[in-house]
């Protein structure tokens, strides 16, 4: 797999993305330091051995991009809301916000892709998956 450098590398990394998305003044700081901790949890979670490693992490980055996506289009919606003098109602955006945090975190009703990926990884990264990669979704949604 790695060694033990590029191990701590990505962790470091890992727990960088938590502290900007957590220290975040605006929604698209927060999603930079989202994007910053699925790109380094991706390479600790590949193992060139174990088949079902390379189709968890493929699963995990498809189920993140997807939720990313999501995100910066409520985002976006944000800003024209501002600009547009209330037009775009605001329980909508938010209730948008909550379902792409909750699908970023394997939250339900959105942990149908949880149960899979979990069966593909190692007890440390299925460790981290169920700690630590949690930490940053779940401040956001206390934010809302």
Excluded: C, R
Excluded at 63 to 75: D, E, Y
Aim: glycine share 4%; aromatic share 12%; hydrophobic share 55%.
């Amino acid at each position: 797999m790695f060694n033990n450098s590029s191990k701590i590398l990505f962790l470091m990394m890992m727990m960088t993305g938590t502290l900007i998305t957590i220290t975040s003044n605006s929604w698209l700081g927060a999603w930079m330091g989202l994007e910053i901790n699925l790109l380094s949890f991706i390479p600790l979670m590949s193992d060139t051995n174990n088949l079902k490693s390379t189709e968890a992490s493929l699963k995990y980055f498809l189920t993140q991009a997807l939720a990313s996506i999501v995100l910066l289009f409520a985002v976006i919606l944000m800003m024209l809301k501002n600009n547009l003098n209330n037009e775009i109602n605001e329980s909508f955006i938010s209730m948008i916000l909550m379902s792409t945090l909750l699908l970023k975190s394997g939250a339900a009703p959105f942990h149908f892709w949880f149960p899979n990926l979990m069966e593909g990884l190692t007890w440390m990264n299925a460790l981290l998956l169920m700690t630590w990669q949690k930490i940053a979704p779940m401040m956001l949604i206390s934010y809302l």
